[in-house]
């Protein structure tokens, strides 16, 4: 739907008045989602239901719109909401307007996706990108040319301009990206992008321009004070497991993907790097990871195994080590483990006993650099790092953590690097946080301050919501024997390990197919069990987790979280054709009450 009126200033500020609470979150139900384009049919035919009407936009009509994405690193409803009014205003579709948090991502996300060069005018105004920036476009197989002149027609090239002109193809605005010619500029590319490298605008910054274009005061952001955003920083480093060192701070990005984007591009400007990562790996760090490996010939994926419950991750990872060293010629001076700790969606923990000395035999036999970074979203008070220092004090390790989960308590999206004692990690971290800071994707003021709000006490958090996690895994495991006469694994942090540190408040499981259920019966089991849970409010049908709302999160990640992850990769961590079901629990879940929905779930399934 494209509408030529642009929204009053008095019904935009009913907008603002009626935003319902849940959209200033960063999780949203994944059962109404309605993507981009959807949301706004829904949203401007509200609109143009009010043009004629003297009753205002109710916080009930913005909920009945339904869900953009289910994520805030995709899409928000603020912030689409947001693009709606921008497309309007210029009779654009919103599949035309794309906002981001990032002031250069919306001049990288064009010369990425283009398959011809790029070519942006700039008149008599400053260039938007240092002679820095253009260089890592130019390490991204970008090729853009900025011209101090008025925008002249290309045939096949690109045109970008900073304002609107009847040559250019899109325009570049303050964190704005429109695209004038969708033939040129492709949103679906443009949106794997800010997906992944970057994020919308946060619901703050949104919000501020909505105020804005509604003619009202913008709400202040509260002041950060120094010895605050300290106590942030010494606090990832010790949950890490280093000493605070306030010469290296960690680099805090507004996501985990666009931080972990900034460590790929710093390791392509040193040299380059062997990855090697789970195949299930959360799918967002799988296909980021494809995108700038298949971009930059200096940075290679590999992948390993771990489906199965009984699958030895250890073995698995040694084994491509040992792949990969059978022929050193063919290596980067640097390899990098990517493990995630537990791992996603299976649980598993590596014994770092184990792990430390693989590591350092595979250096000494290669000769070349080694990196552990550690990925401990799921438990990021396990202060890791340490535990491997106890057992090699020379091996560069890197913690990433994924803030938007349990240290925000799910308030705000952000990602962190933390490096640990050495001298290679230390450096590293140092060059990581340049290269964000030349994207602009360091985390924003308004993540910053409710990190500070909310990072003490998620040792107690994690702790609680993992204890939850083993209460409702037993009874679940406890019913489904009763119900169906079967031993069912659970993938779920050992006790031993929780007792180290790795607290984990997620499993995942593979109900047993009810006595002859059909391949389709089966293959639809996870989601309709899902589903019968979901009707219930103590749960929600939702992706992320870390969350401290008294809800349990439950998802398919096949059809979620591992969306980017291959079709053959996914199918095997099915059992009986049965997909995995991941939950993930609040530390103020009523665990009595959700026994008793998962009991009655599990009796449905097999009555």
């Known amino acids: 739907i494209i509408c030529k009126s642009f929204p009053s200033k008095h019904i935009i500020s009913q907008i603002l008045s009626a935003i319902p609470g849940e959209w200033h ?28 009407s003297s009753d205002p936009i109710t916080t009930n009509e913005l909920e009945e719109l339904g869900n953009a994405e289910d994520y805030l690193r995709v899409a928000t409803n603020v912030a689409t909401t947001l693009e709606v009014l921008l497309a309007r205003e210029k009779n654009f579709s919103v599949d035309q307007v794309f906002t981001f948090a990032s ?17 942006l005018y700039i008149g008599d105004k400053k260039s938007p990108l240092s002679a820095d920036q253009t260089k890592f476009l130019q390490l991204l197989g970008g090729n853009l040319t900025i011209h101090n002149t008025a925008p002249e027609a290309q045939k096949d090239d690109v045109v970008l301009s900073l304002d609107a002109h009847e040559s250019v193809d899109g325009i570049i605005g303050s964190n704005i990206l429109y695209i004038v010619n969708k033939e040129k500029i492709t949103s679906a590319e443009i949106l794997v992008i800010r997906k992944r490298m970057t994020t919308p605008m946060t619901t703050p910054m949104a919000l501020a321009r909505m105020q804005e274009l509604a003619g009202v005061p913008v709400t202040e952001q509260e002041e950060i004070k120094d010895d605050d955003l300290a106590a942030l920083y010494g606090h990832l480093q010790t949950m890490s497991g280093t000493d605070i060192n306030t010469a290296v701070n960690p ?6 993907l666009p931080t972990i984007a900034s460590m790929w591009i710093t390791l392509m400007l040193r040299g380059g790097a062997d990855i090697l990562m789970a195949s299930t790996a959360y799918g967002g760090s799988s296909q980021l990871t494809d995108i700038i490996t298949s971009r930059a010939n200096v940075l290679q994926k590999h992948t390993f195994d771990i489906q199965g419950v ?26 990098v483990l990517f493990v995630e700790i537990p791992t996603n969606p299976d649980m598993k923990v590596p014994d770092t006993r ?3 000395p693989i590591l350092q035999g595979y250096k000494e036999k290669t000769g070349k650099g080694v990196l552990l970074m550690v990925d401990t979203t799921f438990a990021p008070s396990s202060q890791v790092m340490k535990k491997f220092k106890d057992l090699n004090s020379e091996l560069p390790v890197v913690a990433f953590i994924s803030l938007s989960k349990s240290v925000s308590r799910g308030i705000t999206t952000a990602g962190t690097i933390v ?14 946080t340049e290269t964000a800071t030349l994207l602009n994707t360091t985390a924003k003021h308004d993540q910053l301050l409710r990190l500070i ?24 495991q406890e019913v489904v024997k009763e119900k169906r006469a079967v031993e069912m694994p659970l993938a779920f942090v050992k006790t031993d390990q929780a007792a180290l540190g790795f607290t984990s408040s997620t499993f995942s499981f593979n109900l047993p197919g009810p006595e002859n259920a059909t391949n389709e019966q089966n293959e639809a089991l996870a989601q309709r069990f899902v589903d019968l849970l979901c009707a219930h409010s103590e749960f929600k049908p939702c992706v992320s987790f870390g969350q401290d709302n ?51 779930s599990v009796t449905t399934i097999y009555s």
């Open 25 to 52: 979150g960063t999780t949203f139900k994944n059962h109404n989602l309605l993507g981009r384009e959807g949301f706004a049919d829904n949203l401007n035919a509200l609109l143009a239901k009010k043009a004629d």
């Open 103 to 119: 002031d250069v991502m919306p001049i990288v996300a064009v010369v990425l996706t283009s398959k011809t060069p790029v070519h």
């Open 251 to 256: 680099i805090i990005c507004t996501a985990g």
């Open 310 to 335: 009984n699958t030895n991750i250890i073995d698995r990872i040694r084994g491509r080590l040992d792949d990969l060293a059978s022929d050193v010629s063919k290596l980067m001076p640097l390899t």
């Open 354 to 356: 184990e792990l430390a």
């Open 419 to 432: 490096a640990n004692h050495t001298d290679f990690a230390t450096d590293l971290i140092r060059g990581v």
């Open 453 to 476: 709000q909310n990072h003490v006490g998620v040792e107690d958090r994690c702790q609680r919501a993992y204890e939850a996690a083993a209460a409702v895994g037993t009874c679940l």
């Open 550 to 600: 008294g809800l349990v999160y439950a998802t398919v990640p096949a059809t979620s979280t591992q969306g980017a992850i291959k079709e053959e990769d996914k199918a095997k961590q099915a059992v009986g054709g049965v997909q995995l079901v991941r939950l993930s629990f609040s530390p103020t879940v009523n665990v009595e009450a959700v026994q008793k929905i998962v009991r009655d």
